[in-house]
């Protein structure tokens, strides 16, 4: 009988046992580490003079107090925060969730830029260079943040410049390219080897000082390279092997780079004659140093990738701008 009573009180204390656990195991699965994220991603880009309203997500977050900070400097308390720039620049906005027992962060950088003035035709270029009574349009697209086929306006940066110039001097896409850099501070320019002849060298990158600080640099961590506005001459940089263009970015998020030859490249594209900005760009069959500029003409440069799914970024003429005029 003891025996019996033993063996059934033993049966308990291990069912009770194996409850506890369960519950125990229980209890630490329901714990579930605490996240937030910012609705507006990692990156926005905003026109001086607007303003943009951010959101936080928290997940796990009961009674957890918050904190937006920019800059490192605390400007809010809420889920919610309006950035109100005051200059153009790049900013870092910042948003922390803090419980007893964990805390988490996230953040987005804000490049504010000045809104250049838009051009539907030649006369509304502001940047010359070039003497002669024949004109000639470069315009250079950047494309900001991570959808390159179907970009929103703000991500667009279509800058255009002109160029005026003789017939007898038959000047090329690629001299106009090198005369324009010259003669603007902001326009920063790769030149790689071409394939021999006239196409004697290739664009392999354009950057643009967009927030006019007088810095520019750009920065190839595969390499361990980096550029800045003083080795530029003139506006341009050739690049010897085994450099070649591919893997740069842009140090200050807020200036404009694009470039490469293998991994990405200079898409090159014109547009009909005419005084006004062409409705659509075509593909170019030659490089620019074996393309003769004709009067009124317009050439492009976009960005295009080399992946398996060829992105090709084409120009938007709907959303060209102006440079500034130096």
Request: proline share 4%; glycine share 10%.
């Amino acid at each position: 009988m003891k025996k019996r009573i033993f063996y059934l009180l033993s049966c308990i204390i291990f069912m009770a046992s194996l409850t506890s656990c369960s519950d125990s195991d229980s209890s630490k699965e329901e714990i579930l580490p605490l996240s937030v994220s910012i609705v507006n991603g990692d990156k926005q880009d905003l026109v001086l003079g607007k303003e943009l309203a951010l959101e936080a997500k928290v997940e796990n977050g009961l009674d957890a107090r918050y904190e937006w900070t920019l800059n490192g400097e605390d400007v809010s308390k809420e889920l919610t925060y309006t950035f109100v720039p005051q200059k153009t620049g790049s900013y870092n906005v910042q948003f922390t969730a803090y419980t007893t027992k964990d805390e988490a962060t996230a953040s987005v950088v804000i490049n504010v830029y000045v809104a250049f003035d838009p051009v539907k035709s030649i006369d509304d270029i502001q940047f010359w260079t070039g003497e002669g009574k024949n004109k000639s349009v470069l315009s250079v697209q950047w494309i900001s943040g991570d959808e390159w086929e179907d970009p929103e306006q703000d991500n667009v940066h279509f800058l255009s410049w002109g160029y005026r110039w003789d017939e007898k001097n038959e000047p090329t896409g690629q001299q106009m390219i090198l005369e324009i850099a010259k003669a603007d501070p902001r326009l920063f320019v790769f030149l790689g080897a071409g394939f021999g002849g006239i196409d004697g060298h290739s664009i392999r990158g354009f950057g643009y000082d967009a927030n006019g600080d007088g810095q520019f640099s750009i920065k190839n961590s595969k390499i361990a390279k980096v550029y800045t506005a003083s080795d530029f001459k003139d506006g341009v940089i050739f690049i010897d092997n085994p450099d070649t263009g591919d893997g740069y970015a842009s140090v200050d998020p807020a200036d404009y780079w694009f470039g490469g030859w293998h991994e990405g490249y200079c898409s090159y594209y014109l547009g009909d004659d005419g005084e006004s900005v062409p409705e659509k760009f075509d593909y170019s069959g030659v490089m620019a140093g074996g393309r003769y500029l004709t009067p009124n003409s317009w050439d492009s440069w976009s960005f295009s990738s080399i992946n398996s799914g060829m992105v090709n970024t084409l120009p938007l003429p709907q959303w060209m701008v102006s440079a500034i005029a130096n």
